[in-house]
């Protein structure tokens, strides 16, 4: 394990007094159903960057502003500040407070918004992604009373579960007053509850409406079935097409990268995601590949009648969303052009095709070498006692590229506040209470060796 001499005997202390006050008021944050992807919960999703910046006030922030992109449908994001010492440099702390819809209230344990504690762990959607990111970022700043020996900018997003679609230009904006020396992005998860890690690449991300359309009405699938076909036939087996027998993406011209680390437990995997029995793994590879380093497809929704309901009539059009995750070292533009030519080649029986990209974020991939990640290390190692692990991430973060664009002199680390049991956009998502803690540490004591490390 790395050694890390111990910093101050108090800074432990200062971090074991704060937790209790951050687990209240990261449920009181769960309570907040900020769903900004759906409209019914905007004024929610206000309110808890309301709510936010409250607390960044109560932890010192000298200003703090809610601000919202001038493009339209701008999140709501809360950006705090507290001035660096002089010769200290400054640290960006990155998480977001908008979340996933529920999926169902239905399915859950116990109701999604309503925190609950069951074996260590606290349920509640956002409980770990990422309001969990939020109050890592703002108990930090507690356990140094206010005054952290370092610079601190304090951004918490309101779109990211959302793609981010207004975040370049908010940065247009107010890109001046979000530079740092370095970010630290709250919003990964951990190899274990006790075993740390730094995210070192994410996927990309187009989301993609495809729409097929056969007839310019609705008909009788009695008096005209058969000869004439339908659009919903026909779109199931067009995206049929996007997988071979393997499960493996079957699109030309997508990238697809290799990976070092260790392989999964295959159980452990199919624990962690919750699979059937009898129901096989898809693609090739090792599973770390498969997660984080090779495209991936999914369809996400269809626009189709219910079941319940339904009548006997051949559907004059259909679509779906379709996901398309994007292995480190693609492009989002070329491959939205490889999908939707693959699209082109394969719709059948000469439907009509339409094909629209909803939002989109870069692959992102960094070489975590040089002091600042040193420090990381030892940081993240002493507070949870083991070495780091970096990993890959099969999920998106669309400010992470963005900000490397628009602040290239910075070091970016993204650091975890879930694990592989977290169920993260899933039914019963949970926080691991012990892991929350580590992770509270490990940040204190970054900002403490950094206000005396290198900042490259």
Request: proline share 7%.
């Amino acid at each position: 394990m790395s050694s890390l001499p111990e910093p101050p005997a108090g800074l432990r202390a200062a971090v074991d007094a704060v937790l209790p006050g951050a687990r209240t008021d990261l449920e009181a944050l769960v309570r907040i159903p900020s769903i900004w992807a759906d409209p019914a919960h905007a004024d929610d999703t206000r309110r808890s960057a309301d709510a936010v910046a409250t607390l960044a006030r109560e932890a010192g922030a000298a200003t703090v502003d809610v601000l919202e992109a001038e493009a339209e449908g701008g999140a709501p994001a809360v950006v705090a500040h507290w001035p660096a010492p002089d010769g200290a440099p400054t640290v960006m702390l990155y998480a977001h407070h908008d979340v996933q819809p529920t999926g169902g209230d239905e399915l859950w344990t116990t109701a999604p918004f309503e925190p609950d504690e069951r074996g260590g762990r606290l349920y509640g959607r956002g409980a770990a992604d990422d309001k969990a990111g939020v109050m890592t970022h703002l108990a930090t700043l507690r356990a140094f009373g206010g005054t952290p020996p370092v610079g601190v900018v304090l951004f918490v997003e309101g779109e990211e579960e959302s793609g981010s679609p207004t975040l370049s230009a908010l940065l247009a904006e107010h890109g001046a007053s979000l530079a740092a020396d370095v970010i630290v992005i709250a919003d990964a998860a951990n190899a274990a509850v006790d075993v740390p890690a730094l995210t070192t690449s994410l996927r990309g991300l187009a989301n993609i409406v495809v729409e097929v359309s056969m007839l310019e009405r609705a008909v009788h699938s009695g008096m005209w079935g058969g000869p004439a076909g339908d659009a919903l036939t026909a779109l199931c087996r067009l995206l049929a097409t996007l997988h071979d027998d393997k499960g493996s993406v079957a699109v030309p011209g997508l990238v697809e990268g290799s990976s070092d680390a260790p392989d999964t437990e295959e159980d452990t995997f199919r624990g962690d995601a919750g699979l059937l029995d009898g129901v096989e793994l898809l693609g090739t590879g090792t599973i770390p590949e498969r997660l984080a380093h090779k495209p991936a497809i999914a369809v996400l929704g269809i626009d189709a009648p219910a079941v319940d309901g339904s009548a006997n009539v051949l559907l004059p059009r259909a679509r779906a969303m379709v996901s398309v995750r994007l292995a480190p070292g693609d492009d989002a533009g070329r491959a939205v052009e490889a999908v939707t030519e693959h699209l082109r080649r394969h719709v059948p029986w000469g439907a009509h095709l339409a094909v629209s990209t909803k939002a989109s974020a870069e692959p992102f991939a960094l070489e975590p070498t040089g002091d600042v990640y040193d420090l990381a290390r030892d940081a993240l190692a002493a507070a949870f006692g083991n070495d780091v692990v970096e990993m890959g991430m099969g999920g998106s973060i669309p400010f992470i590229a963005e900000f490397a664009r628009t602040f290239p002199g910075a070091s970016v680390m993204v650091t975890g506040v879930g694990d592989p049991a977290s169920r993260w956009h899933g039914v019963d998502e949970s926080l691991h209470l012990g892991m929350f803690g580590r992770c509270v540490l490990a940040e204190t004591m970054l900002l403490h060796t950094l206000a005396g490390g290198a900042t490259r």
